[in-house]
């Protein structure tokens, strides 16, 4: 079965809030994690991500926190617009490259 | 820098047909993905592979599921016959084969079997 999950299949966030999107995993020897986005009708994108020797890292608006004792990944995403609602995954990879996904967090934004 | 390539967009169908989808990844990734994503979930990895052999193809129903990356470049993933719960999106996505480096997907191939 699949190691990576999410603990909300949906989140509500006003317009101009800050999101946080979290995930669990169970596999300790993943080395490198990647959050993608999902708008309808098209394949996931790249949005951050973080390797297992790093507890933070920052993009723009968004911070990928990583937390090995508890096997806990987050997406902070700042100021959060109507053009991030969309499905969120986050996804593990190992040192055989295969990148296993979770099932997904729908965001969405209120007016 | 042209991104991952798949064709058809959208593909319908009867049960017991045969279908194929094409990909072509971005140039110069070693490993190749394709994943099927049902409704509502997540992508499930069906086949990996790097360059023109398979890494992983532990998901793949091989009764009915098949791939090929002959040259180390483009892939095609077949089904035959499909059945109904085949309908899903087929996602092809391509890396340099780095630990730390992220996939790229193509646009998907929107598959449903009546």
């Known amino acids: 079965g699949e190691s990576v999950g999410l603990h909300l299949p949906t989140l509500s966030v006003q317009e101009g809030d800050n999101s946080i999107i979290n995930c669990a995993y169970s596999?300790?020897?993943?080395?490198?994690f990647i959050w993608y986005k999902q708008e309808s009708g098209k394949g996931p994108q790249f949005i951050i991500d973080?390797?297992?020797?790093?507890d933070k890292r920052q993009g723009q608006r968004v911070t990928v926190l990583l937390n090995k004792t508890v096997k806990h990944l987050s997406l902070q995403i700042a100021a959060t617009q109507p053009g991030d609602s969309a499905v969120y995954f986050c996804?593990?990879?190992?040192?055989?490259?295969?990148?296993?996904f979770g099932k997904g967090t729908r965001l969405h934004i209120l007016p | 820098e042209a991104g991952v390539a798949q064709s058809p967009r959208y593909k319908i169908i009867e049960k017991r047909q045969s279908v194929a989808f094409w990909c072509n990844p971005i140039?110069?990734?070693?490993?190749l993905y394709w994943y099927q994503q049902i409704l509502g979930q997540g992508p499930k990895l069906l086949i990996q592979f790097q360059n023109n052999g398979v890494v992983d193809d532990s998901q793949l129903p091989k009764d009915r599921f098949s791939a090929e990356r002959l040259k180390g470049v483009d892939s095609t993933l077949k089904i035959q016959p499909a059945k109904l719960e085949d309908s899903a999106v087929y996602l092809c996505?391509?890396?340099?084969?780095?630990?730390?480096?992220?996939?790229?997907f193509g646009q998907g191939t929107r598959l449903t079997v009546v």
């Open positions: 996804a593990e990879k190992g040192r055989d490259d295969k990148i296993i």
């Open positions: 973080i390797r297992s020797n790093m």
């Open positions: 140039s110069g990734h070693a490993t």
């Open positions: 596999n300790s020897a993943s080395d490198y």
């Open positions: 996505a391509s890396s340099l084969g780095r630990l730390d480096t992220e996939a790229f």
